[in-house]
């Protein structure tokens, strides 16, 4: 449905709660190779994250309430998917840093996935996915 007035642009960012801000930080730097870039003197504390590779930036939000799911991996649950260039590498790098993780295989196209979690229980998806624009995309209604 599109709203009459609405027209939103390419995605900017997402925010994810973090208790530990300097803990997540290290995981998505580190880990995921994202900088920190200079964020606004909000009221609250938080840090923005970039990579250009990805495009939008993650907003870290310090939330003291926030509670991580437990339980097993939901990879049909809430969750920031990116592509990733070298699945089988990614895998090798995901085990030696014993992250715990899940795999999937797309249907139809037969991308695989990876599912892990990050410091504060959000799902992060790494994928063969081509570009979004080289993905046929086309309705079948």
């Known amino acids: ?3 009459q007035g609405l027209n ?10 973090s208790v530990d801000l300097d803990r997540a930080t290290r995981f998505y730097c580190d880990t995921l190779g994202f900088r920190v870039v200079r964020r606004p003197s909000f009221s609250f504390e938080g840090r923005w994250l970039y990579r250009a590779e990805v495009g939008p930036m993650i907003h870290l939000i310090y939330d003291a309430g926030h509670q991580p799911p437990g339980g097993e991996i939901n990879t049909r649950g809430n969750h920031f998917a ?4 070298d699945y089988d590498l990614t895998i090798s790098l995901l085990k ?3 992250v715990e993780f899940v795999e999937r295989v797309l249907p139809d196209y037969g991308y695989r996935q ?3 979690r990050d410091p504060d229980g959000h799902v992060v998806e790494l994928g063969e996915w081509p570009d979004v ?4 995309l086309s309705s079948s209604d």
Not at 8 to 17: C, K, M, T, V, W
Not at 82 to 85: A, L, P, V
Request: proline share 7%; aromatic share 12%; hydrophobic share 45%.
């Open 82 to 85: 990116m592509r990733c260039e």
């Open 133 to 136: 624009h080289d993905m046929d």
């Open 96 to 98: 030696n840093l014993g």
């Open 8 to 17: 939103p642009g390419p995605l900017n960012h997402f925010g994810l709660a």
């Open 1 to 3: 449905m599109h709203v």
């Open 114 to 116: 990876v599912f892990f």
